[in-house]
């Protein structure tokens, strides 16, 4: 028991040291450049062995997207979790979780591009990343059906309604975030979701250069107008 034990603690450090060194190429060669014999040579090990790790250079990424994922998740469920204690508002709950999502995106820009940016050709996701990848999501899922629940939605003014040809697409959303909430909340909290992504992306890959410059102050207006979408009522 104990030989196996440290042989697993063994192969966990490896994996740790190879996934270690794989970032680092993410910043200097891309997603795209990524390379398992490059990450043997840097170890000093041979190419062969590193196969037993990582049979093939997707198996690395789709290693290096989870661990991503699961970081991104790991910070908007700590954001949320002490935003909840400290007794925010929903509003207030909402920014705290936007904000996590932007200090870590700022402080790993290549692992946010390899989750948010352009995909990687040849390289197909398979499922085992689902689980990690809706982590962020299902925060935010929570925090929407908490406000409807206790009755804390009101989006600042008149909404239109969700048209009925994306019910289908609605309906099955709702169910795979377990949202408790009507069509019209739902639509909007996926605009606004979808909306941070879309802020932080902007900033993080240039489309606000030489045009915004006071950028955390921005962030946090804008993610107060796409809490006042979904409905969050009160000041941060």
């Known amino acids: 028991m104990s030989g196996r034990t440290v042989r697993e ?8 040291e190879i996934t270690g ?23 000093g090990m041979a190419s062969s062995a590193i196969y ?9 990424l789709t290693a290096l997207i989870i661990d991503g994922y699961n970081a991104v998740g790991d910070a908007v469920e700590q954001a949320d979790a ?14 705290a979780v936007c904000r996590s999502v932007r200090a870590w ?7 946010y591009a390899l989750l948010y940016g352009s995909p990687v050709p040849g390289y197909e996701a398979p499922e085992d990343t689902v689980p990690a990848a809706v982590r962020d999501t299902v925060v935010f ?18 909404c239109p ?7 289908e697409d609605l309906a099955r959303g709702r169910a795979a975030l377990h949202i408790d909430a009507p069509d019209d909340v739902v639509a ?4 606004a979701w979808a909306g941070l992504y879309g802020t932080v992306s902007f900033e993080l890959f240039g489309q606000f250069n030489n045009v915004i410059a006071e950028r955390a102050a921005y962030f946090d207006h804008a993610m107060s107008l796409l809490g006042r979408l979904v409905g969050f009522q009160g000041a941060p």
């Open 9 to 16: 603690r063994v192969r966990a450090e490896l994996i740790r």
């Open 21 to 43: 060194i794989a970032r680092e190429q993410l910043a200097t060669e891309g997603a795209a450049g990524l390379s398992l014999r490059a990450v043997a040579r840097e170890m």
């Open 52 to 60: 037993r790790y990582f049979p093939s250079r997707d198996d690395l």
């Open 82 to 95: 002490t935003s909840r204690e400290a007794g925010e508002s929903f509003s207030g709950r909402w920014l």
């Open 105 to 111: 995106a700022l402080a790993h820009p290549h692992e």
């Open 141 to 158: 899922a929570r925090l929407v059906s908490e406000a409807h629940a206790a009755g804390a939605l009101e989006p600042a003014g008149p």
């Open 161 to 167: 309604p969700a048209p009925p040809v994306l019910g």
């Open 188 to 191: 909007r909290a996926f605009t």
